[in-house]
């Protein structure tokens, strides 16, 4: 089956579900709801579920988003990022101030001590990479998951994000840069107890050495 | 064009592995809640199976819901190997009953233990082993811990001195399995669970026995495996000591199980917050021989707490002993005592012959002044001597005598002592090669040796190696050192340079020893002007320091830092260099000696910022300190109490800033010479004084003295006169 077809067999699904259908409803979950709890997964695990259930919820009532711009699973995934924010502006320190631009999913979600990030124990520098996504601002993240892991195409990441195409290529660019600099940060090992100076004693103690 | 895509392509990789049997469990649930689905649940027995906790070897952790007495549990499903005998699953599930009776603070409970087949599985039954799910299977049902374990402590950088009491929680858990006749087999940091309270639990008793009887000594992890279990010997509870005492080694010195060796080794430190004799107890744990170990687990947490414990003895108990102490330690010397000798340490390198070595290199450099500076020289020598024998002779007498402190301490007091030694040999060596140039300052190469009072509250023990070359080339570096540090106070600060950088660059020297090359490095640097090189070179010697817990260095550091950085280069940061200073010297603890010379530094800040009232408040404040501390013409006290000066003459106050400059002078005269440069600074400053009071006789005199001193010399001081002169003679000429 063809990316098209699955698509146009989603949307025909979600049609019937929204008339009335439940075995519709019950086949499309199924087929969709495990691309929707890996998103919740690398960002807030421990409510993963429930924010899968509301995210289905929301699309069997058609809330959030008024169509669908390019194909059905970006148009899940705009959901399920919804939902995610509304979430995090619940949760974050100062209520309704999280900004999915410039937070990032620690801000507003402390480490779960038990999480699919420490399930990755054994695989140390993937989960190296999954926790240093969630440093970056959430957008970054998403745009970064989406792009690698879901191989969206630069149209629907577009639309997952609610923005136009031609921002979404600067937005990657700089969510590499940042990635790069979470990882090398996460590298750096145990910060010294100078934070505030962290940055300066590293790069300045560098060229003492000659 | 980079734009970093091939990097973030490599550095994303493949998205996190699917848990298939959570996301059958998901939707599952999902569709319950959302549906209303009439489908069976995936449970086992009664319990509704909602998420998985975790997988291992064994099998799988779960997280589920028990409907009748409606809470949430931990399930257990581990793999029942076809080979294993049914004797084996028999063991296991007997051992988790009497588990199942056990209720103890620091053991998981165990509430429902069983076997399992596939059609206990309810909607996962059929696709159990796509899942990952084992079967057929035993079943364990426990109470359900949420947070984290031992291990996710470990990783998150939990201090040792903060895990000491859990572990010795974990072990009563252990212990009380013991008393049950329960062996653990399986002890390790991630099988000890802490919870939001610091609650610790000891988790999964026995379970790995059910692979253990299929492969002798393949249950358990073998990282953490006792060796006689190692060659197919039983689990037994000293093989749970072992492992319990090598989780411990883990936890406290932060090395992986395979180099528990430090514990035998004494170079390692023992970590902070912890007390030397834990290692030995530790050490006796994990001996290879099960019945060289502690007799039982109780026996070895007995001895930990008592390791643990501070053993300082109080003074009452050798009453008689006391009142001895307290009448004198020179009738204490004459009798049979552990401490007499202890102050000899000086007599070998300060006896007759340097003496004569040392009159002797005066009287070549300057037939003149021989006498006068040899004499000096010599008084600060005998003094230091003095002062080093009393604070040797008290270090041991304390122990031996007064018992009033532990060996521990004592070993951290003579060392600080013997570097201290070191240092004082290193002097009385480069005095006999006194060159023109080291002569006037051959005092300051005194007043430069490690303050003694210091090493009463030392820098925690130095281990040293136990191999003999590398214990030589530690006292090597440590000789380097000391001389690096003369050669800086006696002005020749390229060579204190190289030997700093040698002894940086010396591949088996200890972070400390690296710690305080890069000061001495910087310091020196500083002493030559090269300030932005010195800057560089003491943040690297403070973030040693620090990866060292090398506290007073890391406030030398900073202190250092604060002057050249604030003061010399007049940085802006210079106000953040003197809170770290400030904090570093907080968590020193008393330590009047640096207290003032960040009092000085933070007078040099102000001063520069042109908060001349300020300055003069923190450099009185620095005054007072030092009085109090220091000997009367300690150079330090000559520099504040010109500092203080010229902060005075900022201010338009010659009257006030007179008798400074005088105290500042006279210093300088008796300790350095009539000739010696700086004397001639400070009678600059004196010029400065008379002009202000109109007094130009006076001043032109005092001019002249300078003037005599650094006649024909290319010295600052001669600039600084010169242009004084030129001032009065523009002065006097603009005059009606």
């Known amino acids: 089956m063809t990316a098209r077809s699955q698509d146009a067999e989603d949307v025909a699904l979600l049609v019937r579900w929204r008339g009335g259908d439940v075995a519709a409803g019950e086949a499309l979950t199924r087929r969709s709801f495990r691309m929707v709890l890996r998103f919740f997964d690398t960002k807030a695990p421990a409510a993963a579920l429930d924010l899968t259930q509301q995210t289905f919820l929301a699309l069997a009532e058609g809330r959030g988003r008024a169509e669908i711009r390019t194909s059905f699973r970006a148009y899940l995934l705009g959901i399920a990022r919804y939902t995610l924010i509304a979430h995090l502006r619940h949760h974050y320190r100062a209520p309704g101030t999280f900004e999915p631009g410039h937070s990032s999913i620690l801000d507003a979600l402390p480490d779960p001590a038990s999480s699919p990030t420490a399930r990755l124990q054994d695989h140390q520098q993937r989960a190296q990479v999954v926790h240093a996504l969630r440093r970056l601002p959430l957008d970054h993240q998403i745009a970064l998951e989406m792009h690698y892991w879901n191989e969206l195409s630069i149209a629907e990441i577009a639309a997952v994000l609610d923005c136009t195409p031609g921002s979404i290529k600067a937005r990657l660019f700089r969510a590499r840069k940042a990635l790069q600099a979470a990882v090398a940060d996460l590298n750096a090992g145990a910060a010294p107890p100078l934070d505030r100076l962290e940055h300066e004693l590293s790069s300045v103690a560098k060229d003492a050495e000659t | ?736």
């Open chain 2, 1 to 736: 064009m980079d734009d970093g895509s091939w990097n973030a392509a490599g550095l994303m990789g493949a998205p996190p592995p699917a848990d298939a049997l959570r996301e059958e469990l998901a939707l599952a649930t999902l569709q319950r809640r959302m549906f209303d689905s009439k489908a069976p649940a995936p449970v086992l027995h009664r319990y509704v199976l909602l998420d998985t906790l975790g997988h291992g070897g064994f099998g799988v952790v779960l997280r589920a819901f028990d409907p009748d007495l409606e809470r949430a549990v931990a399930i257990k499903l581990l793999r029942v190997d076809a080979a294993a005998d049914d004797d084996g699953v028999e063991a296991l599930l007997r051992e988790a009953r009497i588990m199942a009776r056990l209720s103890h603070p620091n053991t998981v409970t165990v509430h429902d233990v069983g076997r399992y087949d596939r059609h206990d599985l309810g909607a996962v039954g059929t696709q159990a082993a796509d899942l990952g799910i084992p079967v057929p299977g035993v079943f364990l049902v426990m109470e359900l811990v949420e947070q984290g374990t031992l291990q996710q402590r470990l990783d998150a950088g939990a201090s040792p001195s903060s895990l000491f009491g859990l572990l010795l929680d974990a072990g009563a858990g252990l212990a009380a399995a013991h008393a049950l006749g329960v062996v653990h087999r399986d002890v390790k940091p991630n099988n000890i669970l802490i919870d939001a309270d610091e609650r610790v639990r000891v988790a999964d008793f026995g379970l790995s026995q059910t692979v253990e009887r299929a492969k002798p000594g393949a249950g358990g992890t073998p990282a953490f495996m006792a060796p006689e279990r190692m060659v197919g010997g039983a689990a037994t509870p000293a093989s749970d000591q072992y492992a319990f005492a090598l989780t411990c080694t883990v936890a406290l010195w932060r090395v992986p199980p395979a180099h528990a060796r430090v514990l035998f080794d004494d170079v390692a430190p023992v970590p902070d917050g912890l007390s030397a004799r834990v290692r030995p107890v530790l050490a006796r744990a994990l001996h290879s021989d099960p019945a060289a170990r502690y007799p039982t687990l109780p026996d070895l947490l007995g001895a930990l707490e008592d390791a643990q414990r501070p053993r300082v003895r109080p003074l009452w108990i050798g009453g008689a002993v006391t009142v001895a102490a307290g009448i004198g330690l020179a009738l204490l010397a004459t009798r049979d005592d552990p401490c007499a000798h202890a102050g000899d340490g000086l007599a070998t390198s300060w006896d007759a012959p340097a003496r004569a070595r040392l009159r002797g290199a005066f009287a070549d450099v300057s037939p003149t002044h021989a006498a006068d500076s040899s004499n000096a020289v010599e008084r600060a020598l005998d003094d230091y001597a003095s002062r080093w024998a009393s604070a040797a002779t008290e270090a041991c007498v304390d122990t031996h005598v007064r018992h009033v402190q532990s060996e521990d301490r004592l070993d951290a007091r003579v060392d600080c002592l013997g570097r201290l030694r070191i240092e004082f040999a290193e002097a009385v060596s480069l005095l006999a090669e006194a060159d023109a140039q080291l002569l006037p300052r051959a005092v300051d190469v005194v007043h430069g040796l490690g303050w003694i009072d210091a090493c009463e509250t030392p820098d925690g023990a130095a281990h040293l190696p136990n191999d003999p070359d590398a214990r030589d080339r530690h006292a090597q570096r440590s000789r380097q050192l000391a001389r690096a540090k003369l050669l800086e106070v006696s002005g020749r600060y390229t060579e204190a340079m190289a030997l700093a950088q040698a002894v940086r660059d010396s591949p088996d020297a200890s972070p400390i020893s690296r710690a305080r090359a890069r000061l001495r490095w910087g310091s020196a640097a500083a002493g030559r002007g090269l300030y932005d090189d010195a800057k560089r070179a003491l943040l690297a010697a403070i973030q040693d320091a620090e990866a060292a817990r090398a506290d007073a260095i890391v406030v030398d550091g900073w202190l250092r830092l604060l002057w050249v950085a604030g003061v010399e280069l007049g940085e802006p940061q210079g106000d953040t260099w003197a809170a770290f200073a400030r904090a570093a010297l907080t968590r020193l603890g008393d330590d009047p000696r640096r207290e003032a010379e960040l009092a000085h530094g933070l007078g040099g800040l102000a001063y520069r910022q042109g908060r001349y009232d300020d300055a003069l408040a923190h450099y009185q404040r620095a005054l007072a300190m030092q009085r109090s501390t220091l000997a009367e013409d300690d150079a330090a006290i000559a520099r504040t109490l010109n500092h203080i000066a010229n902060t005075l003459l900022e201010l338009h106050e010659p009257a006030d800033a007179a008798p400074y400059v005088d105290q500042a002078l006279a210093v300088r005269r008796r300790v350095l010479g009539e000739r010696h440069p700086l004397v001639a600074a400070a009678l600059n400053n004196r010029v400065r004084v008379e002009l202000g009071r109109g007094d130009v006789p006076a001043a032109l005199r005092t001019l002249a003295e300078a003037e005599r001193i650094t006649d024909g010399l290319d010295l600052p001081e001669a600039v600084v006169s010169a242009r004084l002169r030129q001032d009065i003679l523009r002065d006097l000429a603009e005059r009606p």
